[in-house]
């Protein structure tokens, strides 16, 4: 902080001692000693101060930063959730329309029939197997075009997916 040397240290020690005198001299030491200590503390004091403050305007900074963060987090959860809901609603509209109209080829369970019979070999059981799910897939498609149609918010909040909410009465 200060420069000063052994030799400037040294004259100021004995102008002290001729001007305080020997008796005086310890005591006004000590004080000078203590007042320097309150000092350095005071100044330590002060920084320490400052750094809080520095360190609670990070601390808001990174606040504001955390708040912008989760808003725009927040904003893309609203439009993930926005699009999902347009593509179950669109896929709604889509099984409704295949349950609601007329197949416009012949089932294939016809055309496996047709090939069997055209064809000199016997039947294998695999074309069975696969004759008796094509019947179950007809079977399940004329189910959905004679049942009632769920709207879209319907299929989509299906509430025998959710549990029942018990109010009290």
């Given at each position: 902080?200060?420069?000063?040397?052994?030799?400037?240290?040294m004259?100021?020690?004995?102008?002290?001692l001729?001007v305080?005198?020997?008796?005086r001299?310890?005591?006004?030491?000590?004080?000078?000693?203590?007042?320097?200590?309150?000092a350095?503390?005071?100044?330590?004091?002060?920084?320490?101060?400052?750094?809080?403050?520095?360190a609670v305007?990070?601390f808001?900074?990174?606040?504001?930063?955390?708040?912008?963060?989760?808003?725009?987090?927040?904003?893309?959860?609203?439009?993930?959730t926005?699009?999902?809901?347009?593509?179950?609603?669109?896929?709604?509209?889509?099984?409704?329309?295949l349950?609601?109209?007329?197949?416009?080829?012949?089932?294939?369970?016809?055309?496996?029939?047709?090939?069997?019979?055209?064809?000199?070999?016997?039947?294998?059981?695999?074309?069975?197997?696969?004759?008796?799910?094509?019947?179950?897939?007809n079977?399940?498609?004329?189910?959905?075009?004679?049942?009632?149609?769920?709207?879209?918010?319907?299929?989509?909040?299906?509430?025998?997916?959710?549990?029942p909410i018990?109010?009290?009465?």
């Amino acid at each position: 902080m200060f420069d000063f040397s052994i030799s400037e240290l040294m004259l100021v020690m004995v102008v002290a001692l001729i001007v305080i005198g020997p008796e005086r001299l310890p005591k006004v030491a000590r004080t000078m000693g203590h007042l320097w200590g309150r000092a350095q503390r005071y100044i330590n004091g002060v920084k320490a101060d400052i750094e809080r403050d520095m360190a609670v305007e990070e601390f808001r900074q990174l606040q504001q930063k955390v708040q912008a963060e989760a808003g725009a987090l927040e904003q893309s959860m609203k439009q993930v959730t926005q699009s999902a809901d347009q593509h179950v609603q669109e896929i709604n509209e889509a099984v409704a329309k295949l349950a609601s109209s007329e197949p416009a080829t012949p089932p294939l369970q016809e055309n496996v029939k047709a090939e069997a019979d055209s064809s000199d070999q016997s039947v294998k059981p695999e074309a069975i197997t696969a004759d008796r799910h094509v019947q179950e897939i007809n079977e399940a498609v004329e189910k959905l075009s004679t049942s009632e149609q769920p709207t879209p918010s319907q299929a989509v909040g299906n509430s025998s997916l959710t549990p029942p909410i018990n109010k009290p009465e």
